[in-house]
């Protein structure tokens, strides 16, 4: 199987987190990860360009295929909701003007996938993530391993959605690849 690589995001405006997860066979590789610290901006436009920007640099030098990201969760304060559903748009539209898939799952979902408990902590979802991936992970920056989470939740959603290919990216392609699989009635 060849190689596939997932760009995680944890969208924020004072910290991004993100991470590069390459799969390679049944190996689950941690190629890069950490966080965009944007507290010291004032204005909410340098923080937005800050995430286009690096988002758009991770592209390029780590050339994953699909991007998966943390949906806002809803909250009391709709300003908080707001902010960081600008960031994940802002983040979505760098993917989309490199050509990437994406995919959003809620925080829930991630925990579930992780850990087995859609109500874990970020630090119990950390410690999972070092007993998933091959690599050491710096569980220094919990915005950090949360968008690890991200990308290795979206890796398990495709591999028991399309088989263990993950490069399946809709059902079309997974029947032409797979027609031993169509149901016939």
Same mark, same amino acid.
């Given at each position: 199987? &060849?190689?596939?690589?997932?760009?995680?995001?944890? &969208?924020? !405006?004072?910290?991004?987190?993100?991470?590069?997860?390459?799969?390679?066979?049944?190996?689950?590789?941690?190629?890069?990860?950490? /966080? /965009?610290?944007?507290?010291?901006?004032?204005?909410?436009?340098?923080?937005?360009?800050?995430?286009?920007?690096?988002?758009?640099?991770?592209?390029?030098?780590?050339? &994953?295929?699909?991007?998966?990201?943390?949906? &806002?969760?809803?909250?009391?304060?709709?300003?908080?909701?707001?902010?960081?559903?600008?960031?994940?748009?802002?983040?979505?539209?760098?993917?989309?003007?490199?050509?990437?898939?994406?995919?959003?799952?809620?925080? @829930?979902?991630?925990?579930?996938?992780? #850990?087995?408990?859609?109500?874990?902590? @970020?630090?119990? /979802?950390?410690?999972?993530?070092?007993?998933?991936?091959?690599?050491? /992970?710096?569980?220094?920056?919990? =915005?950090? #391993? =949360?968008?690890?989470?991200?990308?290795?939740?979206?890796? $398990?959603?495709?591999?028991?959605?399309?088989?263990? !290919?993950? @490069?399946? @990216?809709?059902?079309?392609? $997974?029947?032409?690849?797979?027609?031993?699989?169509?149901?016939?009635?």
């Amino acid at each position: 199987m &060849p190689r596939h690589r997932i760009l995680g995001i944890d &969208p924020g !405006t004072n910290i991004l987190g993100f991470a590069i997860l390459e799969i390679d066979g049944n190996s689950l590789n941690l190629v890069h990860m950490g /966080v /965009v610290k944007m507290g010291h901006f004032n204005e909410q436009a340098e923080k937005l360009r800050t995430i286009y920007e690096h988002t758009s640099a991770q592209i390029e030098m780590y050339q &994953p295929e699909s991007l998966a990201i943390e949906a &806002p969760f809803y909250g009391k304060n709709i300003q908080s909701m707001l902010k960081l559903g600008r960031a994940q748009g802002v983040a979505m539209a760098a993917a989309i003007s490199h050509g990437l898939s994406i995919t959003e799952y809620s925080p @829930k979902k991630i925990k579930q996938s992780i #850990t087995g408990n859609g109500n874990a902590s @970020k630090e119990q /979802v950390a410690a999972m993530l070092k007993t998933i991936i091959s690599k050491e /992970v710096d569980d220094s920056y919990l =915005d950090a #391993t =949360d968008a690890l989470a991200t990308a290795v939740c979206h890796h $398990f959603q495709m591999t028991s959605l399309f088989g263990n !290919t993950g @490069k399946a @990216k809709d059902w079309k392609k $997974f029947l032409a690849d797979n027609p031993e699989r169509k149901w016939r009635p």
